[in-house]
């Protein structure tokens, strides 16, 4: 069974320029999940997709982040105008549905953004 | 509101020596509660999973957490540490009032293990 898929793996851009980042969930999972991991800290939630909607955006700065799941299948993530402190890795993952609470996502392998 | 604190950043081990990585939990609803790991440049991935059954729950690899809500903690141990154990190992808690499943990670326990 092949795994989230993510891209691209490593990005480097300067401040101020913008970036998008891809998603491709397992195939048949509902729900997609965006975290962000700074450096030494734990992943945070960014967005959560259940189809194609949005069922938590609470921490997503969403002056400058976007994301879609347009077909209730893979997903993009948006920075726009890129800050220093969005430097981090971007982390995918979907699980067969929610609110179930079974716990087990499958992560993908981020996407490691530097931001000069 | 809900949150867990990993009372440990780093943990050194030798091979074949125990692990214990600490982990408590607050949570308003009855919570779920797991253990991802993290290989450096791979996903993360379930080691184990508390769901409300049996408060000592087994994993992969030889890893088991027991669930005391006395003490509101749940804990990873392993009896044996093997090289391959080195990583970073997050304790995440997981409960809604809404039905949607929201996961919130701790900050990590990193794990060395030295020959």
């Known amino acids: 069974e092949a795994g989230v898929a993510q891209s691209p793996r490593y990005k480097i851009i300067e401040k101020r320029q913008s970036v998008a980042f891809w998603c491709n969930p397992i195939s048949g999972h509902a729900t997609l999940y965006w975290y962000q991991q700074i450096l030494g800290q734990g992943p945070k939630l960014l967005i959560q997709?259940?189809?194609?909607?949005?069922?938590?955006d609470s921490q997503l700065p969403k002056d400058r982040f976007s994301a879609e799941r347009l077909k209730g299948v893979d997903s993009t993530l948006k920075i726009q105008p890129a800050k220093l402190e969005d430097s981090a890795v971007y982390l995918c993952?979907?699980?067969?549905?929610?609110?179930?609470?079974?716990?087990?996502?499958?992560f993908g392998e981020g996407s490691r953004l530097t931001v000069l | 509101a809900q949150s867990v604190t990993q009372l440990d950043s780093h943990v050194s081990v030798s091979e074949g020596t125990p692990v214990l990585l600490r982990c408590n939990y607050s949570s308003s609803y009855s919570p779920s509660l797991f253990w991802y790991v993290q290989h450096p440049n791979k996903g993360l991935q379930l080691l184990l999973k508390y769901t409300s059954a049996a408060t000592l729950v087994k994993g992969i690899n030889g890893f088991e957490a027991e669930f005391k809500k006395s003490e509101t903690s749940f804990h990873l141990t392993k009896p044996s540490a093997h090289m391959s154990d080195a990583a970073e190992y997050f304790c995440?808690?997981?409960?809604?009032?809404?039905?949607?499943?929201?996961?919130?990670f701790g900050t990590g326990t990193r794990l060395l293990v030295s020959p």
């Open positions: 997709f259940q189809n194609n909607g949005v069922v938590d």
């Open positions: 995440v808690v997981s409960g809604s009032r809404t039905g949607f499943q929201k996961l919130v």
């Open positions: 993952a979907s699980s067969l549905r929610t609110g179930s609470n079974t716990g087990e996502l499958f």
